[in-house]
């Protein structure tokens, strides 16, 4: 039994226009019949341009939306009523912009100890004793508790944030796009301190990302939605050695490599996202898709099974030409080596010596 | 040949209670035609400030302090008001991460191409310049140019209105684009459309572009020229096959450590502990040294010079190439 399982969730908004007597003049169809899955332990990114229906999705798995149809199991029950509470505990949430998810006026510790508050956990003097414990664990000090978040950087409140998520030990975060407004640096380390902490504490991860090179780093296993649905999702190892779905071959090809002896590689996909209030007919990405036939402009592809554990929405997937992944040559020898002693003489400080 | 532009001793301050803080502090620079000087580093290193001290748009109470900014040889920080609208949106050219606060909500898109354009050419007729906006925008490869003519910003994507900035900045030819972390808010689709229009109209017009970033994909895509930036100075200058070849400020290290690879599996990222210190609280010395895992005594006393460590490549670190110093600690 998986922890988390999805199934056909949709959530459509409609579109009203008109001040005086407002007619709905269309849908928006957010989410579109997703389905999917995460094991315990495990970590499912959803990947996608922007409006696809990712964060759409995590609300809905969060329960902060009802879905317009569709179910949502978690640990083998069926999210209402009773079971919606005990979701609320074992499922929590960090967000991109650790600025508008804290609360300014609450003291750090008061943040950090609030959902154990809202779910009756402890007495105060535990709940404190539990703040520094999540302080420490999550890279801050235990002064922190009496500042507020103002006096944090970017990465400090992304941290803050963690620890509160963390509070309650749930089995579940779901992490939308949680380091998209860091620096390369500050995202390395809360890359670094969501890995640590999933293997801690066995968390399973859903991870919202739009950048490929750091769901490559996070992910074991990889959903790439497109206009509201999932057309591509398999194991990591494989999506990115074989993409199928001729939609995550361009999203792999869009990406610059830090690397210029591979500049010139990089290959646009044309065209915008169609509006997710007209998607177009049949396979929805058949106005942008290179390889598109007739069918695809007729008949909406359904998302099947093509090898073990990969599943993909495309009629011409067994026959599209093969990607030519260009694993390239990862970083020069001299940078490696130079990487190399970085990161020694990094280890030797953090265990005191030289 | 001389270069297309030279910054010497370039110096951008704010005035506090506590005397001037820099922002930009020192930096030296040199942009050659027809080529891209990417310039990386972590927020709050300086990189727009720089950018705004070259086109002197620096907000107050910010002023530039100190050095020269050489267009051709002719120091802009000296040039009347008057002269350096001129060279504003003429010779040199500037586009920002998010086009919708640069573009007028209120006008048709068309408008403000018409308006940017009339500005330096008074006497074209309003048809004249209806058609030069519309070819305009279909260099950029924007589709149905006639019919966006008469949208409004807020009708167009991220990426239409960041390509209608393109169009109104190329309006009139410049010799260099500073672009500012131009797709930074973009997916990456959209920053590959984009980063492909700018090096077809590179190619097309010969100019030079300063390509601000903190993508080091970005600048390894698109940059001749790296300078990296560290709170306020130049750390490391390369070319930027050099500089991914063989980085040697420890800065640049950590940054090339903290980006994860597509082509690379790593169990943990390098990442660089800390983070910048704010322009009115450096550390004495190197401003990289709380930071440093190869910081010795001396890295706080002074600060290192920016000097070549191999021919064409300058770096400000007393320990660069980093292997010797290693050798050297016991
Ligand atoms: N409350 C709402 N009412 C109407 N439309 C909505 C609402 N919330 C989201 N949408 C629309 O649903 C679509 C999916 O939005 P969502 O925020 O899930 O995208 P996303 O993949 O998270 O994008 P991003 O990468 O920009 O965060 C978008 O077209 C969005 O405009
Ligand atoms: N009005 C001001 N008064 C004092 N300091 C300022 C002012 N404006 C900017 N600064 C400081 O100058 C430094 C450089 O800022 P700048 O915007 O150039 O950074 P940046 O490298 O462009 O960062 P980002 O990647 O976030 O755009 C920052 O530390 C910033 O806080
Ligand atoms: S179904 Fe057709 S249009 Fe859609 S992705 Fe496959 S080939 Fe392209
Ligand atoms: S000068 Fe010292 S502190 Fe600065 S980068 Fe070099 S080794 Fe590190
Ligand atoms: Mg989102
Ligand atoms: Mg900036």
Do not use: W
Not at chain 1, 157 to 185: F, H, K, N, T
């Amino acid at each position: 039994m998986s922890l988390l399982d999805v199934t056909d969730l949709t959530k459509h908004y409609p579109v009203r226009q008109g001040i005086v007597v407002a007619k709905q003049v269309g849908t928006v169809r957010a989410v579109d019949g997703v389905s999917f899955r995460i094991e315990r332990g495990e970590t499912l990114a959803l990947v996608g341009e922007s409006g696809c229906g990712k964060s759409t999705t995590a609300r809905l798995v969060l329960r902060l939306i009802e879905p317009t149809s569709g179910t949502v199991r978690f640990d083998g029950q069926e999210v209402s009523g009773a079971a919606l509470r005990t979701l609320r505990r074992r499922v929590q949430v960090v967000f991109q912009d650790p600025y508008a998810s804290l609360n300014p006026r609450l003291r750090v510790g008061e943040t950090i100890a609030e959902p154990m508050e809202v779910h009756g956990i402890g007495d105060a003097t535990s709940r404190e004793a539990r703040v520094q414990e999540l302080l420490r664990l999550v890279g801050l000090a235990p002064f922190h508790a009496q500042r507020y978040p103002h006096e944090f950087s970017g990465g400090q409140r992304q941290r803050i944030g963690i620890a509160r998520a963390l509070a309650v030990q749930p089995d579940l975060i779901v992490c939308d796009e949680p380091v998209s407004a860091l620096d390369v640096s500050i995202q390395a380390q809360v890359v670094n301190l969501l890995k640590d902490l999933q293997r801690q504490f066995g968390l399973s991860y859903l991870f919202i990302a739009h950048d490929l090179a750091v769901v490559r780093h996070m992910a074991d296993r990889v959903a790439v939605m497109y206009l509201g649905q999932i057309v591509e999702t398999a194991p990591k190892a494989d999506l990115f050695a074989a993409p199928r779905h001729p939609y995550t071959q361009a999203l792999l090809r869009a990406i610059p490599h830090p690397d210029p002896r591979r500049r010139g590689q990089v290959t646009p996909l044309g065209g915008d996202v169609p509006s997710p209030m007209n998607p177009p007919p049949g396979c929805r990405f058949h106005t942008r898709c290179p390889f598109a036939q007739d069918v695809c402009r007729k008949e909406e592809p359904v998302l099947r099974d093509i090898a073990a554990g990969a599943r993909v929405a495309c009629h011409l997937a067994e026959t599209l030409p093969p990607f030519a992944v260009d694993s390239g040559d990862g970083l020069s020898d001299i940078a490696t080596r130079r990487l190399a002693l970085y990161a020694a003489a990094k280890e030797r400080r953090a265990s005191g010596v030289g | 040949m001389t270069p297309l532009l030279e910054i010497q001793g370039l110096r951008t301050v704010f005035r506090s209670a506590n005397g001037d803080i820099a922002a930009v502090d020192g930096v030296d620079l040199t942009v050659p035609r027809g080529r891209t000087l990417g310039i990386v580093g972590e927020s709050g290193c300086g990189k727009s400030m720089l950018s705004l001290s070259v086109m002197r748009l620096v907000p107050p109470p910010g002023r530039v302090a100190a050095g020269r900014v050489l267009l051709e040889g002719r120091d802009l920080l000296t040039l009347s008001t008057a002269e350096m609208r001129a060279v504003r949106g003429g010779q040199v050219a500037m586009i920002f991460q998010e086009p919708m606060t640069s573009l007028n909500p209120v006008h048709p898109i068309g408008l403000q191409i018409t308006e940017a354009m009339r500005a330096h050419d008074p006497r074209a007729s309003a048809a004249e310049l209806r058609d030069r906006a519309i070819a305009a925008l279909e260099r950029v490869r924007i589709p149905a140019p006639a019919r966006r003519y008469d949208e409004f910003p807020h009708q167009l994507s991220g990426g239409m209105r960041q390509r209608v900035m393109i169009a109104m900045a190329l309006a009139c030819k410049p010799k260099l684009l500073i672009a500012d972390e131009p797709t930074t808010a973009l997916d990456v689709t959209v920053q590959a459309q984009i980063l492909d229009l700018l090096r077809d109209l590179q190619q097309e017009t010969g100019m030079s572009i300063i390509l601000i970033t903190h993508d080091l994909g970005v600048v390894a895509e698109m940059a001749d020229e790296v300078a990296v930036m560290y709170a306020g100075r130049v750390a490391e200058r390369a070319s930027a096959r050099d500089l991914f070849g063989s980085p040697q400020h420890p800065y640049t290290l950590g940054l090339l450590g903290s980006v994860p690879r597509l082509d690379e599996d790593r169990e943990r990222l390098l990442a660089i502990e800390g983070a910048v210190p704010p322009p009115f609280a450096l550390p004495q010395g190197c401003r990289f040294h709380p930071r440093c895992p190869f910081a010795i005594e001396a890295c706080t006393k002074a600060q290192p010079p920016l000097e070549a460590i191999e021919p064409g490549h300058l770096a400000a670190c007393i320990r660069a190439p980093v292997e010797s110093a290693v050798e050297l600690t016991p």
